[in-house]
């Protein structure tokens, strides 16, 4: 959204409710004078109070040991962008990216999409969907056969 900093703080305060809401009444008054909150003021206060380091850091250690093992490559994806979140200090460029995401492929997968250098995130999503949908296939074909070559049994 385009809007100033004090617009995104009384946005983000008009969320809150509850005890984050009785929290936040405190922090006014917790700054110094004169009071003047900035958006990264409120993020730091928010992220202090309501994501603990240890939190943060497990999230970390998830990333970096996700593996797209028995998931689809769209669900491999949506999980490993979810918990980038955490790993912004690792991921500095696309190019990162990309090779971060490269290595929790399916050994199948990445084999396919090894010899390319993806600076674009998105292509590579692109062609792991792709290598995915055609590997698919010819499951479904070597099935087939397999199923067409055994005799029936009455």
């Known amino acids: 959204m385009e809007c100033t900093d004090a617009q995104r703080v009384n946005y983000a305060v008009s969320m809150l409710y509850d005890d984050a809401y009785e929290w936040w009444k405190t922090i006014p008054s917790s700054l110094a004078e004169p009071f003047r909150l900035t958006w990264v003021d409120f993020l730091r206060e928010f992220k202090q109070k309501y994501v603990p380091v240890a939190y943060v850091d497990a999230k970390l250690q998830e990333f970096l040991r996700l593996k797209s093992e028995n998931r689809s490559m ?81």
């Open 74 to 154: 769209a669900e491999y994806e949506w999980e490993f962008t979810r918990l980038s979140y955490y790993a912004g200090g690792i991921l500095t460029s696309n190019k990162e990216r990309c090779k971060r995401f490269k290595q929790g492929l399916k050994p199948s997968i990445r084999r396919q999409v090894t010899g390319f250098q993806y600076e674009d995130f998105l292509a590579l999503i692109s062609n792991v969907l792709e290598q995915e949908r055609i590997d698919n296939e010819e499951a479904m074909e070597r099935e087939g056969k397999n199923s067409r070559a055994r005799p029936r049994r009455l």
